[in-house]
């Protein structure tokens, strides 16, 4: 059973075709940063800005809204763009990544920005934080949801483990964490670097509900989101897999585009590729 329509579908794949030029272009013109994530997560920041958060991009301290912890965060650009075009910020705001006294850091930092709920760059801390933010929140406020996107490589820290184990404690069915699992890291595939398999049975043995899913198809994605909201008894871990360099045929799967951004011609040929979508 599909939660959404074709219609609905339509539009996300739109919005994460518009996230993927953006991140292109900002990269492309700030000359430095990370590349393979951010395009290999269009789609599902598309899904959360677009469809699934509970939020208000005029009023990003909306005591209400659902929090939105993103962990990796070296991937900021993807959810740069798509706050600025969900409309927490004017979308030529973008070209400032990585500029001296632009709020939009290489790394995302909670107090300049507002609607990012924690500043991020060292991994392995966002679910903690995560785990915290949710246990709070549930004391004062029902129907309310915390998510924590994390990537593969970061399940190699020894940190996101307690955090796990705390959660599976405490029941939390109010959190939902989102493993970017592209298989790449800095320097190779995760399984040569440090092998994290297997992953869902790992966090089920912590006490969670996983499920895993393709992570560059939003249907699947919303749907998987939506079973783990119905949960009452345990957080979820949602397992997504993803291409890395998702849309730019040259560099997907590629572990050598982890820190590495387009020069000028290869942003006018990936702009090309991906069709030229308002
Ligand atoms: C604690 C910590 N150690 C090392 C780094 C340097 N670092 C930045 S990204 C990265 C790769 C991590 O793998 P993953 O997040 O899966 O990379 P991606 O899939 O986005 O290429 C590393 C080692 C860091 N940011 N924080
Ligand atoms: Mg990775």
């Given at each position: 059973m599909s939660f959404l329509s074709e219609t609905d579908v339509a539009h996300l794949e739109h919005h994460a075709r518009v996230i993927r030029r953006e991140v292109i272009t900002m990269l492309g013109k700030a000359k430095s940063g990370h590349t393979a994530g951010p395009l290999g997560l269009a789609d599902i920041f598309a899904a959360f800005y677009f469809h699934i958060l509970k939020h208000d991009p005029k009023n990003p301290?909306?005591?209400e809204r659902d929090r939105l912890i993103l962990s990796n965060g070296h991937v900021a650009p993807v959810r740069y763009a798509a706050m600025a075009l969900a409309g927490y910020f004017d979308v030529d705001e973008l070209q400032t990544l990585r500029q001296f006294g632009s709020r939009l850091q290489g790394h995302p930092e909670r107090l300049h920005l507002p609607g990012v709920e924690t500043t991020s760059g060292p991994l392995g801390e966002g679910l903690s934080q995560a785990v915290g933010i949710a246990l709070g929140v549930r004391m004062d406020i029902a129907n309310n949801h915390t998510y924590c996107v994390m990537s593969?490589?970061?399940?190699?820290?020894?940190a996101v483990w307690e955090a796990a184990m705390l959660a599976g404690k405490e029941r939390l069915a109010n959190l939902t964490a989102v493993i970017d699992r592209n298989s790449i890291q800095i320097s190779g595939g995760t399984e040569e670097v440090m092998p994290v398999e297997p992953l869902g049975e790992k966090y089920e043995a912590f006490g969670w509900n996983s499920i895993l899913v393709d992570g560059n198809d939003v249907e699947m994605f919303c749907d998987a989101v939506e079973r783990a909201r119905m949960e009452s008894e345990k957080p979820t871990v949602i397992i997504a897999h993803t291409v890395s360099g998702k849309g730019v045929s040259d560099i997907e799967g590629d572990y050598m585009w982890h820190g590495r951004v387009p020069n000028e011609r290869e942003v006018e040929a990936w702009l090309q590729e991906l069709g030229d979508e308002k």
């Open positions: 301290e909306w005591e593969d490589g970061e399940q190699q820290c020894g």
